[in-house]
């Protein structure tokens, strides 16, 4: 399968969504938004609580069929059948207080039997994270805790990267070192789909920025990546 598909103009596509819209029984979190994402890429997806932020990152990782319209990834494949492709950070850690990282990470890492993976060691120092520590997760700051959740959806290598609020809780260091870290990534080829409502600690890496409002695409613009 090649890495990357093309539309009919001859431009790469990592995903395409066309008029897709989610109900929950009869709350609409997403209405009518269509977009192309290319690879190699940063995404930001901005907007308020409940714009449909997290829903739509949701749908793109397979996690969430639409009610109406398709999502194509990488060409013609139904999310859910290329989600080894996909790496997908939630707003919840989904780590274990009472292990260290490097333990986190070998739990995690033997979920993909028979696949190349980083070692838990790779991950973390691609994160900027020492794999000897011996303190455990429950003793980690908030900076330090979501770069172990970034490691660890970076175990299977995936192509495309949806990161639900990576920011959160992070003082503005912290914040400042996670985009320097993305921006590596993004430099990498990798597509990278980030949600937030703070705009402009995302800023320094975006190419383009998505704001949602109320479910639908309010604007879609470039943005001025300096990373």
Not at 13 to 19: E, H, I, M, P
Not at 76 to 88: F, K, L, S, T
Request: proline share 7%; hydrophobic share 40%.
């Amino acid at each position: 399968m090649p890495a990357n598909s093309l539309e009919a103009d001859g431009r790469p596509t990592c995903a395409r969504l066309d008029q897709v819209s989610k109900l929950f029984g009869t709350f609409a979190a997403l209405r009518q938004v269509s977009v192309n994402l290319e690879p190699g890429h940063c995404y930001v997806l901005i907007g308020e609580n409940g714009a449909g932020k997290s829903t739509l990152l949701r749908i793109l990782a397979g996690l969430l069929r639409p009610s109406f319209g398709t999502v194509k990834m990488f060409g013609d494949n139904e999310p859910h059948d290329v989600r080894e492709r996909i790496g997908y950070m939630s707003h919840a850690p989904m780590l274990y207080d009472e292990l260290t990282a490097q333990e986190n990470l070998r739990y995690f890492a033997s979920l993909y039997p028979g696949r190349a993976c980083l070692t838990p060691a790779e991950a973390l120092r691609q994160v900027g994270l020492d794999p000897e520590l011996t303190r455990t997760l429950g003793q980690y700051s908030q900076g330090m805790r979501q770069r172990t959740s970034l490691a660890r959806v970076l175990l299977p290598v995936p192509e495309l990267l949806l990161l639900d609020e990576p920011f959160s809780n992070m003082d503005v260091e912290s914040a400042r070192q996670m985009v320097e870290l993305l921006a590596g990534f993004r430099h990498s080829s990798r597509t990278i789909v980030i949600t937030t409502h703070q705009r402009e600690l995302a800023a320094p890496i975006a190419d383009w920025v998505l704001a949602l409002k109320a479910g639908r695409v309010a604007s879609f613009e470039p943005g001025s990546p300096t990373l």
